[in-house]
């Protein structure tokens, strides 16, 4: 574990898994703890990965001013990690709502990313589901024996009713493209802190129109993603020139977990 000082003083914390060139992974959530990325199927194997905790998320600090963890405004955090580390360039890889700060990164600092990775993203400046895709995704786990209670809490969720937090588990198996004990395992470790309930709000302050980038990019989507679903990684890969779209069959929100080696060789070809 390696604690750093952003510019305005924040405590931020990240860990480094292997050995070689660097890459960068920002989490989703938003404030979600990093180390839910694991290895990231065995990226580790290929690179240098680095794991970064956003500032409020994980095991870095929160800051005295909430207003700081919008996406746009931690751009500032990534920059002061690469100055931290030394770095001249390195590659990029933003999880979901992460895929958020790392585009506006690279938009803002390209000649820092090498190539830029989106890995089931939420969208390219705000999230930006498909309502009709998401209706279509979740209705076609109609056979599964949790859909009827996962329907019902999606639909209080919607309403703003009940406690967030445990709606939001009971609707999780709709994330996975295989709700069994791995994901299961993977979905509610213990160890791993939800992020702070205001931190989703914060977060997405100032959201809005995305600037391209004109860089080797990789966007990957999973094919039943009931999180988010497709619709958005195919926006980002078309508002990026030359951007290279995977949709993932039979995989989820986390295709690292449930498709392992599929997902670390079409990451580290890309990345060679």
Request: charged fraction near 25%; include cysteine; charge should be negative.
């Amino acid at each position: 574990m390696t604690i750093f000082q952003a510019h305005d003083g924040t405590a931020l914390h990240y860990d480094q898994l292997g050995d070689g060139a660097p890459l960068v992974a920002i989490p989703g959530g938003p404030g979600a703890d990093v180390r839910y990325l694991g290895t990231l199927g065995g990226l580790d194997a290929h690179r240098r990965l680095i794991r970064f905790d956003p500032r409020g998320s994980g095991r870095s600090a929160e800051p005295a001013d909430r207003a700081s963890c919008a996406f746009g405004t931690q751009v500032k955090d990534v920059e002061a990690l690469r100055e931290h580390l030394g770095l001249d360039s390195f590659d990029l890889l933003g999880h979901s709502a992460g895929a958020l700060t790392a585009q506006r990164y690279a938009a803002e600092f390209p000649h820092r990313v090498r190539s830029l990775v989106l890995v089931t993203p939420v969208g390219r400046g705000a999230r930006e589901p498909d309502e009709a895709e998401l209706a279509a995704i979740r209705g076609a786990r109609s056979d599964q024996p949790w859909y009827e209670d996962a329907t019902r809490a999606a639909a209080a969720l919607a309403a703003g009713e009940g406690d967030p937090a445990e709606l939001t588990a009971r609707i999780t198996p709709f994330f996975w493209g295989s709700w069994d004990d791995r994901a299961r395992a993977a979905a509610f470790d213990p160890e791993l802190v939800p992020g702070a309930p205001w931190m989703r709000a914060a977060f997405y302050e100032g959201a809005g129109e995305a600037a391209p980038v004109a860089m080797p990019a990789l966007v990957l989507a999973g094919e039943l993603d009931g999180m988010i679903g497709t619709a958005p990684a195919r926006l980002a890969a078309t508002l990026h020139p030359g951007a290279r779209l995977e949709v993932l069959a039979g995989v989820g929100h986390r295709p690292w977990v449930e498709k392992p080696d599929e997902f670390a060789r079409l990451v580290a070809e890309f990345l060679d």
